[in-house]
């Protein structure tokens, strides 16, 4: 247990050291944002009403970004193969990239999102819903990120069809993730949309260090 | 019956077969120099000793046990140092290190003193990687050696980038290490001034 924690507080050091690099995906995803009522020329309407989809959309693409080389620059530096010799197993190795990038790229994200809808007038009862929704949404979306940063690695060739063979299991995330940010109540009763979100975590909680771990070894053999 | 020995490794990478049937024993004391020409398989041979590839067949076996038995107990036995240094670029050398050890088992922080003064990284510990040379890099990534209690050490290149006077350094600690009954298989293109055993890889 403390190696998986040692591996993330590491990741995390690094990344608080490379400013530039980590910080650059929040600006992205901020400046993104920032830049549509100039898009929707000033319209409120519109803007109020695809707001949450464009948020939702813009946290894939930043995640997408962030993992693409997870596991690639450590394999490159020789560190991967240290970590490996190690003993550490590549599942806990696996579940520790995801998790430190997910701190690192979708914690800011899942903070400032609710401000965003605060700067744009959306209803607070939104608030509350696109921050418990990108809480459970995002972890997915890493963990799917993660897995196909793996599977690039473990096959050397065919990398970009790997990418679009997993391109699909991000889209019920992006579905249900919009579905409930939009949804009325949340406190009284939990919406489908959470209980199906919730649900396809578990299972991605479950599978993916698995696939992950597996994915990996392949590098190894 | 040898600590460390091979039978019959055979490796096929890229649709090549770099080496065939391959054999050799390895006891305490003893020191194991792989030569051969670019591309002969010098790296790929360390990394199957060391467990990052496997051989389309043949048996390694460490201390009378067979490596694929032993599965991760097998990592304990030896200290891997690559072709790469594998140290982070955003970390000093002492966060380096201090990773390794809490990190690798058969790393001790005792000689965490010993380890700075004969690689000379006393005034370069708070130093981040990216701001050392090519040779204080592999300086620093050769100090593990020092840390490790592993009996056997896989080396690649170990001396690439080193001046003279920290090549003289490693080879003083790799002559400790042999006297202390361990054991080393090193590929290298450099001379080494040690009584060694050889095994010559060619092109094919």
Redesign the interface.
Same mark, same amino acid.
């Given at each position: 247990m403390?190696?998986f924690f040692?591996?993330i507080i590491?990741d995390i050091? #690094?990344s608080l =050291?490379?400013k530039n690099e980590s910080i650059i995906s929040i600006l992205f995803f901020l400046f993104s944002i920032l830049i549509l009522p100039l898009i929707f020329q000033g319209d409120q309407d519109i803007l109020k009403r695809f707001l949450i989809g464009i948020i939702w959309f813009l946290t894939l693409l930043t995640i997408i970004f962030s993992v693409e080389k997870l596991f690639e620059n450590d394999y490159?530096?020789? *560190?991967l193969?240290? #970590?490996? *010799?190690?003993? #550490?197993p590549l599942e806990t190795i696996f579940l520790a990239k995801s998790l430190s990038i997910w701190i690192i790229t979708c914690l800011p994200i899942i903070i400032l999102s609710p401000l965003l809808l605060l700067l744009f007038n959306i209803q607070t009862e939104k608030l509350a819903n696109i921050f418990i929704s990108l809480l459970i949404g995002t972890p997915i979306l890493c963990m799917i990120g993660a897995v196909t940063s793996a599977l690039v690695l473990g096959f050397n060739k065919g990398s970009s069809i790997i990418s679009l063979i997993t391109l699909p299991l991000y889209i019920p995330v992006l579905i249900f993730g919009i579905e409930a940010s939009n949804s009325e109540i949340i406190f009284n009763q939990i919406g489908q949309e959470f209980k199906i979100l919730i649900g396809y975590l578990l299972i991605v909680v479950a599978v993916s260090p698995w696939i992950g771990g597996l994915a990996l070894r392949l590098k190894? =053999? | 019956m040898s600590f460390f020995e091979i039978k019959k490794i055979s490796c096929i990478r890229s649709n090549k077969l770099l080496f065939k049937n391959l054999n050799f024993k390895l006891n305490n004391k003893e020191l194991l120099i792989i030569k051969g020409a670019n591309g002969s398989g010098k790296t790929t041979l360390l990394k199957i000793l $060391?467990?990052?590839?496997?051989p389309i067949s043949g048996s390694i076996i460490v201390n009378k046990k067979d490596m694929n038995l032993l599965k991760?107990e097998y990592? &304990?036995y030896f200290e891997?140092i690559?072709? /790469?240094?594998?140290? &982070? $670029?955003?970390?000093t050398v002492r /966060?380096n290190l201090n990773?390794?050890l &809490?990190?690798? &088992?058969d790393l001790t922080k005792k000689n965490f003193e010993k380890a700075i003064r004969i690689f000379n990284l006393k005034n370069l510990l708070d130093v981040?990687i990216e701001n050392l040379s090519s040779g204080e890099k592999r300086r620093v990534s050769l100090s593990r050696l020092i840390l490790s209690k592993s009996k056997i050490w896989f080396l690649d290149e170990p001396t690439n980038g080193l001046d003279k006077i920290n090549t003289l350094n490693f080879f003083k600690i790799l002559k400790q290490h042999l006297q202390l009954n361990g054991l080393a298989i090193i590929a290298s293109h450099d001379e080494i001034k040690i009584k060694s055993k050889n095994i010559n890889l060619s092109v094919n």
């Open positions: 403390s190696n040692n591996l590491t050091k #690094i =050291r490379k490159e530096d020789g *560190i193969d240290q #970590i490996y *010799i190690s003993g #550490i190894y =053999r | $060391s467990g990052l590839l496997k991760d990592f &304990k891997y690559g072709h /790469e240094n594998a140290i &982070k $670029s955003a970390l /966060e990773f390794y &809490k990190i690798k &088992k981040k």
